[in-house]
């Protein structure tokens, strides 16, 4: 899957921009805060219908816009796709697949597999669990519907019984109703929770050692749920007094966690910088081959200042990596130019490079 063309017009500090891309490497050069990573932004919300930087659509509007607007021209599965989505202040999103506005916004996702990598990764690492919860949710997310509604679902219910549990006149008649429907969704997600993290350890395992160029370091993934102990309803009728006392509801999926492991320590205790970097590296690299092989084409892929702070070893490895029919479409952020001409160098593929300075985005010559 390709992005041949994007239209961007009041997102964030860009006013307007009219890019065509190359199907295969496209580098976005230029300062820091000039606006090349909302350029990837802009593309990722394109896949997402949201940005990844916030989850307050109207703080994606240029500061004195009043709508902002963006539309992506796509080669899937040999079949173009138009797609739009456009906003008003103070109103809701618009999305549209060739011309034709979505009912649910949910159905789009999936549509446009994307996998980004950017410096705020590292709160998969520093990060409490809610991050490790949403890597995982978005990946499986991209592969199934169905999945995306039923934690879409549980997570309304989730709402409401913390709110019953607020209630000094509880009903207790509506929250076992509530229990009931959140025992068997979390059962549902528990289930395929589990079987994608057998699936995607693998992956994840392969990059990690050909990253670090180092076969004697063991890195694992250790999913850890309420639910591995006992079934949901259970718990959530044994332990209804003390989230009556605390206020919210203490088992669930919704408290579910992933161990990153490196040599049977946790990597965040243990692991280098550069160690740390590699197993950040290697969940998203695994996530693409992942959705690759769920999708049977390749995801977009965005680099976001991914070589900063990288030994030349590891971005050797990258470069190696990249420089293959392994991937598809990629898009590279850095402010050096001299950086580019150097990863560059040895990548034999078709790529287009563009300057960005104070949200205008031009392509060099």
């Not at 040999?78 to 999305?95: A, F, P």
């Not at 019953?164 to 289930?191: P, R, T, W």
């Not at 959530?236 to 009556?244: I, P």
Request: aromatic share 8%.
């Amino acid at each position: 899957m390709t992005l041949n063309e994007l239209n961007i017009l009041n997102y964030r500090n860009i006013r307007e921009a009219n890019l065509s891309f190359s199907p295969n490497i496209n580098c976005l050069i230029g300062n820091n805060g000039m606006g090349k990573t909302n350029v990837l932004d802009a593309i990722y919300f394109l896949s997402f219908c949201k940005s990844s930087f916030t989850t307050t659509d109207s703080l994606n509007i240029t500061h004195d816009a009043d709508f902002l607007m963006l539309q992506g021209q796509y080669m899937r599965a040999d079949q173009l796709e138009n797609i739009s989505c456009g906003m008003k202040r103070g109103q809701k999103k618009h999305v549209k697949r060739n011309g034709k506005e979505y009912q649910r916004i949910a159905d789009h996702i999936g549509l446009l597999p994307l996998v980004m990598i950017s410096p705020r990764d590292v709160d998969l690492i520093v990060g409490g669990s809610e991050n490790r919860r949403k890597l995982i949710d978005g990946i499986i997310a991209q592969t199934d519907r169905q999945y995306l509604h039923n934690l879409v679902v549980y997570s309304q219910l989730l709402k409401q019984r913390n709110a019953l549990l607020k209630d000094e006149n509880i009903d207790v008649n509506v929250l076992e109703v509530i229990d009931m429907q959140m025992s068997d969704l979390g059962q549902k997600i528990f289930a395929i929770r589990t079987a994608f993290i057998e699936q995607f350890t693998p992956y994840f395992q392969d990059f990690y050692n050909f990253i670090a160029d180092c076969s004697k370091e063991n890195v694992s993934l250790i999913y850890h749920s309420h639910l591995q102990q006992n079934d949901l309803m259970s718990d959530l009728m044994r332990l209804r007094e003390r989230d009556q006392v605390v206020g919210f509801t203490t088992h669930g999926i919704h408290k579910d966690d992933i161990d990153l492991m490196l040599d049977d320590y946790l990597v965040r205790n243990v692991g280098s910088q550069g160690q740390q970097k590699t197993f950040l590296l290697a969940l998203k690299f695994a996530q693409f081959a992942f959705l690759k092989q769920k999708h049977g084409f390749n995801p977009i892929l965005l680099l976001d200042d991914l070589f900063d702070k990288l030994d030349s070893h590891r971005v050797s490895r990258i470069v190696e990596l990249v420089n293959t029919d392994r991937f598809g479409q990629i898009f590279i952020t850095d402010t050096d130019m001299a950086h580019i001409d150097e990863i560059l160098k040895p990548i034999v593929l078709e790529n287009k490079i563009f300057n960005v300075e104070n949200g205008n985005v031009s392509a060099k010559i």
